[in-house]
């Protein structure tokens, strides 16, 4: 079936923003007297939203809501510091949206990255195509929102289906780990993985990835009017 719309994943997709997360997840862990993890090892600790990320930093005795609760707050002071001050476009993703409102198709990003961020980070890195701009090129920008489920829960991946008047088979969603490929399953929508993200290629293969892609632009190949055979 012909792909007529796209579901991104933010972190990891469109955005390399796994420095200034760390800095802040570090942070935040320096405030409790906690040792600092590497850069690297956030590669597999992000993607969960932000109380599964203080879960997996946090000791077992600081799993109760309350310091979860607190850990995620001071976590987020800090990042409101930094968020942007390395964070960056992987290569060919300007290119790529360029390509797909050219063409059309409908676009929204849906991340699990708390929703004040997720909003902040687009208007900001994607100025040209968020915002005052009318069409929009993205539809919907949504983040973690207080008391609805997080990916892989599809609820919010079928509003966006239900928005755009499209069937699930009809929607490709993009992500580089198996939250995004779980969700995609479980929506029912062709599953896409980001090859050049946090997780690596292999993760997203594991975890049943229609379709896999080296680089954004490997994309294009499927936007023509031919189907795309999953």
């Known amino acids: 079936m012909q792909l007529k719309g796209f579901i991104f994943d933010l972190d990891g ?4 923003t796994l420095e200034d997360i760390a800095q802040a997840e570090n942070k935040a862990l320096h405030k409790l007297g906690l040792p600092p993890r590497d850069v690297e090892e956030y590669r597999w600790i992000v993607g969960g939203g932000a109380e599964d990320i203080a879960r997996r930093l946090l000791p077992a005795e600081s799993h109760d809501p309350n310091s979860i609760s607190a850990f ?3 976590f987020r002071r800090f990042y409101h510091e930094n968020w942007h001050d390395k964070t960056r476009f992987y290569s060919g993703i300007p290119e790529l949206l360029t390509i797909l409102g050219n063409k059309g198709k409908k676009l929204a990003v849906l991340s699990n990255k708390p929703e004040e961020f997720a909003g902040k980070i687009v208007d900001h890195y994607f100025p040209d195509w968020q915002g005052n701009q009318s069409p929009r090129l993205f539809t919907h920008v949504i983040g973690q929102i207080k008391g609805l489920p ?3 829960d599809p609820i919010l991946a079928l509003k966006i289906a239900n928005d755009w008047n499209l069937a ?3 929607i490709g969603f993009i992500g580089d780990s198996d939250i995004d490929i779980f969700t995609a ?4 929508m062709v599953s ?3 090859g050049w993200g946090f997780r690596g290629a292999q993760e997203l293969v594991d975890s049943g990835a229609q379709i ?3 680089s954004p632009l490997d994309l294009i190949q499927y936007l023509d009017d031919s189907e795309v055979v999953i």
């Open 150 to 152: 997080t990916k892989p």
């Open 13 to 16: 997709t469109l955005l390399y």
């Open 192 to 194: 896409i993985g980001a």
């Open 185 to 188: 399953a479980n929506a029912g």
């Open 168 to 170: 699930p088979q009809e």
């Open 72 to 74: 995620v707050q001071s």
């Open 212 to 214: 896999l892609l080296q």
